[in-house]
């Protein structure tokens, strides 16, 4: 069974930085596709970031520049790197892993950016 846990949500300031994890049990994130997504109050869900098995990142053009994503195959985990964080930041960040035609998301983890 696949499980994702995603950690290191918090509230912080405008401009100040965070990092959320992602760990899998169940599965090898080298073998698949890693995504971050955001959903915000009463809006959907959005794509944020993702990592494939190349290595290779793609990112929204809103988070361009600010976040990063990463992996660690030795922790089986995903980390997005989150740099001058703005309050339109706000949201429950989400982890999805997908390999094939499966897909698995994390619980999230909520970011609040506020002064």
């Known amino acids: 069974q696949v499980q994702l846990v995603e950690s290191g949500g918090g509230l912080v300031q405008p401009g100040e930085s965070l990092r959320l994890s992602c760990t899998a049990s169940g599965a090898d994130f080298s073998a698949g596709t890693v995504a971050w997504y955001r959903q915000a109050p009463e809006k959907e869900r959005d794509f944020v970031a993702l990592i494939t098995r190349f290595r290779v990142t793609t990112y929204s053009d809103s988070v361009k520049g600010r976040f990063t994503i990463a992996g660690d195959n030795a922790k089986n985990t995903v980390y997005l790197q989150m740099n001058s964080l703005k309050p339109e930041d706000t949201a429950v960040y989400y982890c999805?892993?997908?390999?094939?035609?499966?897909?698995?998301w994390g619980q999230g983890t909520q970011v609040t950016v506020s002064s």
């Open positions: 999805n892993y997908r390999y094939g035609a499966a897909a698995y």
